[in-house]
């Protein structure tokens, strides 16, 4: 086990900063990439105290000598694709970018590995977005759900999840899908709706801020941690043979019923007071309800999520209140 090499692209994001700890923890070296930029964005790292631990190599998914020039240098054991435009909202503004990136993107890496490694297995980060609004008759989703995405994103993500499996299928390449629903935490990405919640209900606890406008309080998630769910991506590439995986918590909750958390744990009652509908946060198409079933990975994986919505929303608000908070 000592010395494998991982390759993490979207190592700067969320995921890729829960990934590499796990991974750095379990003794892999790991290796990401870094797009280049006048700024690089290693606060992600930085919060989860890793960013000298990983190995950087600079390219963009969206350049494939870059990916090529990577994966030569890398050799990696196993690759995990995190990289993306990963947020929902933007891609209706830049529909032509999240497709290169997030669908074009992937067709590049793939095709670097399975010209120069192509024993190395391949993790493609899949989204319950792909659902759209399909689901079973009790409103749940499983890895046999249709899908029918209702965003760009979801759109550039589905190729992404067929092309992967179009190589495994036509190259004998290891490589999965994890069909991921919404997994959030302390460094989550302030634009996403949860994050975007807990910040603002310390900055109105801290009177630094009077109210917080949202495109809608009824869609419904089913969020989870990403800290548990990148125990999932791992184990995915640990088994004899490649799969598909949905992983979830089988719980979903309101916009409304996130709110009530975050605005409780810092001891607002009446959230509701602080709350109004901005037209400015609707989308054009919107999903209702999302709530996975995921049996195969806790069967075949042995995974099970361990930090309950509860525990998610006071981590997120005590994370940003120790941010936000003047210091002594
Ligand atoms: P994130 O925080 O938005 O991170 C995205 C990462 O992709 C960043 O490191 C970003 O780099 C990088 N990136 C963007 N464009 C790139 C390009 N052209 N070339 C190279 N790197 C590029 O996303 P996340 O929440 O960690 O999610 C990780 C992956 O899982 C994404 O593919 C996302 O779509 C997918 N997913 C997420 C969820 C969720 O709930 N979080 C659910 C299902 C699937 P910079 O830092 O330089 O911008």
Known sequence: MADKKAFVTGVTGQDGAYLSKLLLEKGYRVYGLLQRSTRYAFENLDYLGVTGDVDYV?????DEASLINAIRRVHPDEVYNLAAQ???GVSWDQARL???VNSLGVLNLLNAIKNFT???RFYQASTSEMFGNSADEQGIQTENTPFHPRSPYAISKLYAYWITINYKESFGMYCCNGILFNHESPIRGLEFVTRKI???VVRIKLGMQDRLGLGNLDSCRDWGFAGDYVEAMYLMLQQ????NYLVSTGNTHSIADFCSAAFARVGIEDWEKHVFIDPAFKRPAELHRLRGHSERASEKLGWKPRVSFEELVNMMVDADLKRLSPAD
Do not use: R
């Open 118 to 120: 192509p024993t190395t």
């Open 98 to 100: 999240t497709t290169e």
């Open 58 to 62: 600079e390219g963009n998914m969206d």
């Open 86 to 88: 990963s947020f929902v």
């Open 240 to 243: 004899d043979d490649p799969d």
């Open 198 to 200: 807990t910040d603002a």
